[in-house]
């Protein structure tokens, strides 16, 4: 299998990001198909998957934060860069050398950028964030329409008009409609600015419109956008660990940190070079109290095992009885994401979210980049 440089290999596929970047694009209605980067690229790294997104013809950008946006620049020269957690005050400055857009949620940072502007004799552009229904960050709808009659207006650009979508995955909830409803009617106060409403889950909604620019994110790096059915998006992370060691233990033998695991008859054990330092999460652990809830589970020779024991610090214990013994050896890998094993189903058997399980991968993995 070759050696490992570290515990576990972490494949990270550009061409299908750039294929789902693609996909999303196709389905967005003629709007431009933006790229939400934020968290180092779900995980997988700013630089490689910017750059390969810009390839594929990607020209604008989302990030949480100034430093990421710098990342970008970095690598996408050409490209329009938005800083989606606004602008802290006296930050002003930080975003002009750079070219890199805040995205304005409140009076207060319209009143700072604006002064800014003012200050450098220059309408730099900035994007508008309405709050129709996740009351986090944004101008209430009231506040929107008070902006739009605002000679403030004058003094920078507004170079876009977004929300944010609060429950798009889920159809059936009709707090989608209402968002869409706000939305349109602040978007009529603001002729000629160019609108943003749909993320990757409102990509493939057909009640929500793409308007000027759509934000796609989780679904670019293989998440599934349309839960319940099958995903449109092509797998583009592979994570697998190396066996270290196999043992055999006997019925009523107890197995990890505080025992919490009891083989229930012989069993034979495979254990991972991975753990919670990681990135993996510790709540996949299982244990005799889980009352056999399924958690975590890796592929070993094409077979499920289920994990025994606790996720310690480094490494995973898996119940490979199942596994014929000729069909694994020490060194051998164990996928824990790919095949079908996806990054939501891992997510799920760990009580949480796929978005949680790519953004916390760790840097300890050998990462491995392909197709781009």
Not at 16 to 42: F, H, I, M, P, Q
Not at 123 to 128: G, M, T, V
Not at 142 to 171: C, Q, R, Y
């Amino acid at each position: 299998m070759g050696a490992l440089s570290g515990g576990a290999i972490l494949t990270i596929d550009l061409g299908a990001l750039a294929d789902n970047w693609r996909t999303l694009r196709d389905r967005s209605g003629g709007a431009e198909c933006a790229a939400v980067v934020k968290a180092d690229a779900y995980g997988l790294g700013i630089e490689p998957a910017a750059a390969a997104l810009a390839a594929a013809g990607c020209r604008t950008f989302f990030v949480a934060h100034l430093s990421e946006a710098r990342r970008v620049r970095h690598a996408c020269a050409d490209a329009t860069i938005y800083v989606l957690n606004g602008l802290l005050p006296g930050s002003e400055g930080a975003f002009l050398p750079d070219g890199i857009r805040p995205v304005l949620g409140s009076p207060e940072e319209i009143v700072d950028w604006a002064a800014f502007c003012r200050a450098q004799g220059k309408r730099l552009p900035a994007a508008i964030h309405i709050d129709t229904g996740m009351n986090r960050l944004g101008l209430p709808v009231a506040d929107a329409f008070d902006l739009a009659a605002d000679p403030i207006l004058a003094d920078f650009k507004p170079a876009l008009l977004m929300s944010h979508l609060v429950a798009a995955e889920d159809t059936a909830n009709p707090v989608t409609a209402r968002q869409v409803a706000d939305f349109e009617r602040v978007r009529g106060a603001f002729l000629g600015v160019p609108a943003s409403l749909a993320n990757s889950s409102g990509i493939l909604h057909d009640g929500v419109p793409g308007y000027d620019l759509v934000r796609a994110g989780f679904a670019l790096y293989g998440g599934n956008p349309t839960p319940g059915r099958d995903n449109p998006m092509g797998p583009v992370v592979r994570l697998e660990a190396g066996i270290v060691q196999l043992r055999d233990v006997s019925d009523g033998e107890a197995v990890g940190y505080n025992g919490t695991w009891t083989a229930r008859g012989p069993r034979r054990l495979a254990t991972l070079s991975i753990g919670y330092a990681d990135g993996y999460s510790r709540a996949a652990s299982v244990t005799d109290s889980d009352g056999g809830t399924p958690r975590g589970q890796a592929i070993v020779a094409g077979r499920r095992c289920p994990f025994a024991g606790r996720v310690s610090m480094d490494l995973i214990i898996l119940d490979v009885t199942d596994v014929p013994r000729d069909a694994v050896k020490r060194g051998d890998r164990a996928v824990l994401i790919g095949d079908d094993l996806t990054i939501d189903e891992v997510g799920a058997r760990a009580g949480t979210i796929g978005y949680e399980v790519l953004t916390s991968l760790g840097k300890r993995y050998d990462r491995r980049y392909v197709g781009g």
